[in-house]
């Protein structure tokens, strides 16, 4: 009987998860024997790491899983794709993705109170910068609490400490059978998901090709190609799992809708974009996507994102008619008198073309006198 080795972290809805792909792969292969190995994380083990830190946050649920993967130790290993960093490590691929679970965010509270019925100033649980500044966003009195730990380590929080609510992913909740506990989904126009949220991933040595025969039956396409337009939209961004940044893709008819969500670091800006593409290139379409929210005035920090107004971009239009006869302009010109915020013009205009503005418009003369 042939073994395999998949590498998971500790927590209970890690470990839910990764039993998942070993049953599915020893009942594809009954001479296969999967074993699971525990491996501890450096965001399983700090207790003082804070979200703003770009950087810090990288990884921090992923890298020691794929330095047993680089080192041999295990033959695969089971993530959640939003944990995932967008640059993997040399050597490594993501093999398969396997069909989403709900994306959504959901919000438990203490007394089975919706978002809306929260009392002013209500204390919600959570650390994920995304998930505060849009609950911030959308009721500025709600008072955020830092909350950390795993999946049950959270709801056992909300019964012990004086929170009125928390804030987690539907998928785990869902994995665990622990989806009566939800109080409320919270719709996407509240709550923008995280990329890759909802999905699992299944990490492997790039040159191991019997292991990667053995996960596609795994893979689920329309999964994949969402979560790639995600993750491309993150990656052009430049934005690490830690940041105000959210992304979901959606798949329509012989089509892809990704939406996608920016925020300063303290929520005084936040932009959201949508935009269609084709799943046959679901990265472009990210970072089309990532694109547009650039040229609309966002810039890179080593701590998120930053809005800076861009400068307005016009155009300039030469309109002449002539001997100056009022019966002789061209429609076109017409038309761009009427569009126009500033008309500058000088003595041999006929004054009757300068009544086809805008009441705004700004006039500027430049003169021309003889002499």
Known sequence: MRKIIIGTRASKLALRQAEQVKITLEK????????????????????????????????????????????????????????????????????????????????????????????????????????????????????????????????????????????????????????????????????????????????????NEEIIRMLKPLNDDDSRVAVTAERSFLHRLGAGCQVPVAALCRLGEKKLILEGLVSSSQGEEILRQKMEGFPENPEKLGEQLAQRIFAKGWKKTASGFTFQKPDPIGRVYLVGAGPGDAGLIALKGVECIK??????????????????????CKFVYMGKLPG
């Open 28 to 207: 594809l292969d009954p001479q296969l024997e999967v074993i699971l190995k525990r491996i501890k994380t450096r965001g399983d083990v700090l207790k003082d790491w804070k979200p703003e830190g770009n950087q810090a946050g990288k990884g921090l649920f992923v890298k020691e899983i794929e330095d047993a993967l680089l080192s041999g130790e295990i033959d695969l290993a089971v993530h959640s794709m939003k944990d995932i960093p967008t640059q993997l490590p040399k050597g490594l691929i993501i093999a398969a993705i396997t069909k989403r679970e709900d994306p959504r965010d959901v919000l438990i509270s203490a007394g089975r109170l919706s978002l809306d019925e929260l009392p002013r100033e209500a204390r919600i649980g959570t650390s994920s910068l995304r998930r505060k500044l849009q609950l911030l966003s959308y009721r500025r009195d709600l008072q955020i609490v830092p909350l950390r730990g795993n999946l049950d380590t959270r709801l056992r929080k909300l019964k012990e400490e004086e929170i009125d609510a928390i804030v987690v992913a539907a998928a785990g909740l869902i994995r665990l059978g622990w989806q009566n506990r939800i109080t409320q989904y919270l719709p996407y126009e509240i709550m923008l998901p995280a990329g890759g949220q909802g999905a699992l991933g299944i990490e492997v040595r790039d040159h």
């Open 339 to 360: 569009k126009a915020d500033l008309i500058i013009y000088d003595r041999l205009v006929n004054k009757k073309f300068l009544d086809y503005a805008r009441n705004n």
